[in-house]
Antibody, heavy 118, light 110 residues
Framework: QVQLQESGPGLVKPSQTLSLTCSVS??????????WSWIRQHPGKGLEWIGY???????YYNPSLKSRVTISVDTSKNQFSLRLSSVTAADTAVYYC??????????WGQGTLVTVSS | QSALTQPASVSGSPGQSITISCTGT?????????VSWYQQHPGKAPKLMIY???NRPSGVSNRFSGSKSGNTASLTISGLQAEDEADYYC??????????FGTGTKVTVL
C-alpha cells in the first residue's frame, strides 16, 4: 500500500521560502508512470493545484504560482519536495502531496498546515 | 486559470439520488475526457472517487457515477447514505498541461 507523508516547518515568516518534503513508502518511486503532485487548501476553502513533477523530472506548475514554485524529486530517497518563495499570509494553507497519473491523484498524504506569520 | 464552477451545496434524503455539476470551458472540461472527482470529509485528505469522467477506482462504491456533456461534467450519487455527507471537488486537465479544481460542493444528507 502506497503511503505519502508531508514534513516541514509549520511556521514560516513572510518573504521567506516555504519548503516541504513528501516521503513515499510502499511502492517503487521511479518504476512507473506516476506524477507527484502538490495541492493546497486555504483554511475553510477549496483545493488549489500547485503543480506536479514526472518521475523523470519534467515539472508543471499552476500559472498563478509558477514564478515562485519549484518541485523537485529525489529518487534515491523516495522523496519529492516543494519550494515556494516569497511567501505571504495568503500562502497559509494545508499542503497535500499526492501520487497519481497526469490527470488525477489516487494516493494522498494526510496534509500539513503551514502558517505564514512573523 | 479559473476554478471550475460547482454549486456551493446540494442536499438529499437517504436513498435519493443527487447530481453535482462542474462547469468549465472548452480548454478544460469540454476539451478532454480527463475529469476526476474527489470526496473530502472534514479534516481528512481528499479521496479519488471518479477519474477519466466515468471510471471508478477499485473500492469505490458503484453508487458513484460520472458523466460529461460539453463543458459540464456531473457526479451522481445514487442511494444517498449518511456517510456520503462531505465536500466534493471536480478536477480537469487543461490545455496548458495543468490541472484545475472546482470550487467545491458541500453535500448534506437530510
Amino acid at each position: 500500500q502506497v503511503q505519502l507523508q508531508e514534513s516541514g516547518p509549520g511556521l514560516v515568516k513572510p518573504s521567506q521560502t516555504l519548503s516541504l518534503t513528501c516521503s513515499v513508502s510502499g511502492g517503487s518511486f521511479s518504476s512507473g508512470i506516476y506524477y507527484w503532485s502538490w495541492i493546497r487548501q486555504h483554511p475553510g476553502k477549496g483545493l488549489e493545484w500547485i503543480g506536479y513533477i514526472y518521475y523523470r523530472g519534467n515539472s508543471y506548475y499552476n500559472p498563478s504560482l509558477k514564478s515562485r514554485v519549484t518541485i523537485s524529486v529525489d529518487t534515491s530517497k523516495n522523496q519529492f519536495s516543494l519550494r515556494l518563495s516569497s511567501v505571504t499570509a495568503a500562502d497559509t494553507a494545508v499542503y497535500y502531496c499526492a501520487r497519481g497519473e497526469m490527470t488525477y491523484s489516487d494516493y494522498w498524504g494526510q496534509g500539513t498546515l503551514v502558517t505564514v506569520s512573523s | 486559470q479559473s476554478a471550475l464552477t460547482q454549486p456551493a451545496s446540494v442536499s438529499g434524503s437517504p436513498g435519493q439520488s443527487i447530481t453535482i455539476s462542474c462547469t468549465g470551458t472548452s480548454s478544460d472540461v469540454g476539451g478532454y475526457k480527463y475529469v476526476s472527482w474527489y470526496q473530502q470529509h472534514p479534516g481528512k485528505a481528499p479521496k479519488l472517487m471518479i477519474y477519466a469522467v466515468n471510471n471508478r477506482p477499485s473500492g469505490v462504491s458503484n453508487r458513484f457515477s460520472g458523466s460529461k456533456s460539453g463543458n459540464t461534467a456531473s457526479l451522481t450519487i445514487s442511494g444517498l447514505q449518511a456517510e456520503d455527507e462531505a465536500d466534493y471537488y471536480c478536477s480537469s486537465y487543461t490545455s496548458s498541461d495543468t490541472l484545475v479544481f472546482g470550487t467545491g460542493t458541500k453535500v448534506t444528507v437530510l
